[in-house]
């Protein structure tokens, strides 16, 4: 099967992209070795993040990633060679492509390199690397909890329920954020808030203003996310079910320690302390991306 050309928005590219799970295109990525990827397009989110496209060596192969993964980018940048992970957000069976959404960091290494790097320019990747084997319909409610780039493999997740027909998982996403102007891909959720509404609920917090108007007009929720916020907007778990909810949350070090507390220096998911450990949640039902 052939591909498609990309189209603009999310939602829409990633429907046309998706291919026939059965094909026998080849994979793009190697899970054992870097292979080269080359920018083709680089677009404009807000005042620090872009979406960066990069093309396979060979338009015919398909991302072919199961929910969800990241993949693990490697550069050489001033003698040294770096290496750091990042999370697609096209669908798994795009074919010839991957997009990921990336902030920039001043003092970041690789975020700054990828920022500086103009298309036709090539970098090494290798992947799929799984982080949850997301199996359909083991829970009846996925509480998803983001902050800033960390809503990359919430919209992983997010599509992957929304977009398999026999998947009744109700999901709910909590998405925090310094400033209106900081919230990530918000038209898309929005969008997918609307169509399936009957299964998927988006709420953002934010704890500054560009000015007092903004301040006044934004109906979302405000500040940080606190324990109330939590109860108001999430399903909690019940003591006698298991799997009732589950509750995932990526974000800087800091948003993790509020919510959940933070993986362990291991990158092991450690105990679970913060704010879902007040409501209820243990290490059975809380998954730190
Ligand atoms: C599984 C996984 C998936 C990821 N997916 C994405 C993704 O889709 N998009 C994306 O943009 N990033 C993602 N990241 C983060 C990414 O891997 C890098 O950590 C990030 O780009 C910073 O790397 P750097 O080399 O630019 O900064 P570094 O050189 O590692 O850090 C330098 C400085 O940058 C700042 N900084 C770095 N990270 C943060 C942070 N999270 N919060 C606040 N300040 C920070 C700090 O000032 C820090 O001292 C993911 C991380 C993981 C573990």
């Not at 898309?188 to 399936?196: E, H, I, T």
């Amino acid at each position: 099967m052939g591909c498609t050309p990309a189209v603009p928005t999310i939602i829409e590219r990633n429907k046309l992209m998706e291919i026939n799970k059965s094909s026998t295109l080849p994979d793009g990525l190697d899970p054992n070795n870097f292979r080269t990827i080359t920018l083709s397009k680089i677009r404009e989110v807000n005042h620090n993040t872009k979406f960066f496209t990069f093309n396979f060596n060979d338009p015919k192969s398909v991302l072919n990633m199961k929910i969800s993964s990241c993949i693990l980018f490697k550069a050489n940048i001033g003698g040294k060679v770096v290496y750091r992970q990042y999370t697609p957000t096209t669908r798994p069976n795009t074919c010839g492509y991957l997009e990921v959404l990336i902030k920039y960091y001043p003092a970041g290494v690789m975020s700054k390199h990828i920022h500086n790097m103009k298309t036709g320019d090539q970098i090494e990747i290798k992947g799929p690397i799984l982080k949850y084997d997301y199996q359909s319909n083991k829970f009846k409610n996925l509480a998803l909890i983001a902050g800033g780039t960390g809503v990359t493999p919430m919209l992983q997740m997010i599509e992957e329920i929304l977009f398999t027909a026999d998947d009744k998982t109700k999901v709910t996403l909590l998405y925090a954020n310094t400033s209106f102007a900081d919230i990530l891909i918000k038209h898309d959720l929005d969008k997918l808030a609307q169509k399936y509404s009957h299964q998927f609920k988006c709420y953002y917090t934010i704890d500054k203003y560009a000015d007092t108007v903004e301040e006044e007009v934004w109906t979302g929720e405000r500040g940080h996310i606190t324990t109330s916020m939590l109860e108001n907007l999430i399903p909690i778990p019940p003591s006698d079910d298991d799997e009732s909810v589950m509750a995932m949350v990526c974000g800087p070090s800091g948003f993790m320690e509020l919510i959940c507390g933070d993986k362990t220096l291991d990158s092991k998911q450690g105990e679970v302390s913060g704010l879902l450990k007040q409501l209820g949640f243990t290490e059975k039902n809380v998954f730190k991306f």
